[in-house]
Antibody
């Protein structure tokens, strides 16, 4: 069974840093693009980052560019999200998502983790 | 950035009825549109990708259509477990974007 399990969410002060982890199992991890998506309390989904398996290219929206960094360790089947200079508006449940392999671009997210809560507050 | 606008915001229907959800893109995204379902307290799950392809294990009552800027998710006959929030997502242009969601509630 394909699974993702996030960890690392906690309460952090504004301006602080945090690293989220996502452990993958049940599929050939190195072959798939991996992603992070967040959801603020009571709000919709917001894409946060992607890591292309084919060439290691990473992508971010402007809202986190320069503050967040996605990385992966294919030997451990792990993907990470390093979050720096955290703001109150980064408060959300953070989901790890696996992309389907598709012919063009990064695929839709067919497997999601259960999420980990990040709260940025003093 | 491509903006996805979903309508209606809330849809009230009864089990057995047909549901039609809309997603409109601010510019053409070819057929690179996915639909997700999210139930309260759960992670989203993929229903449809590339506009019309059902994901693994998704029942045939779910279907998707459209291309370019206008897309539709249809649930042919609502089951009690279908009442949830539905999001569309485009992957044609970076940044990946989601619609704001349609809440499908029991009438």
């Amino acid at each position: 069974e394909e699974q993702l399990l996030e960890s690392g969410g906690t309460l952090v002060q504004p301006g602080g840093s945090l690293r989220l982890s996502c452990a993958a199992s049940g599929f050939t991890f190195s072959s798939h693009d991996m992603n992070w998506v967040r959801q603020a309390p009571g709000k919709g989904l917001e894409w946060v980052s992607s890591f292309r398996a084919s060439d290691g290219t990473t992508y971010y929206p402007d809202s986190v560019k320069g503050r967040f960094t996605i990385s992966r360790d294919n030997s451990k089947n792990m993907v990470y999200l390093q979050m720096n200079s955290l703001r109150a508006e980064d408060t959300a449940v953070y989901y790890c998502g696996k992309s389907l392999i598709v012919a063009l671009g990064t695929g839709p997210f067919d497997i999601w983790g259960q999420g980990t809560m990040v709260t940025v507050s003093s | 950035e491509i903006v996805l606008t979903q309508s209606p915001a809330t849809l009230s229907l009864s089990p057995g009825e047909r549901a039609t959800l809309s997603c409109r893109a601010s510019q053409s995204i070819s057929n690179y549109l996915a639909w997700y379902q999210q139930k309260p307290g759960q992670s989203p799950s993929l229903l449809i990708y590339d506009a019309s392809n059902r994901a693994t294990g998704i029942p045939a009552r779910f279907s998707g259509s459209g291309s370019g800027t206008d897309f539709t998710l249809t649930i042919s006959s609502l089951e009690p477990e279908d009442f949830a929030v539905y999001y569309c997502q485009q992957r044609n242009h970076w940044p990946i974007t989601f619609g704001q969601g349609t809440r499908l509630e029991i009438k």
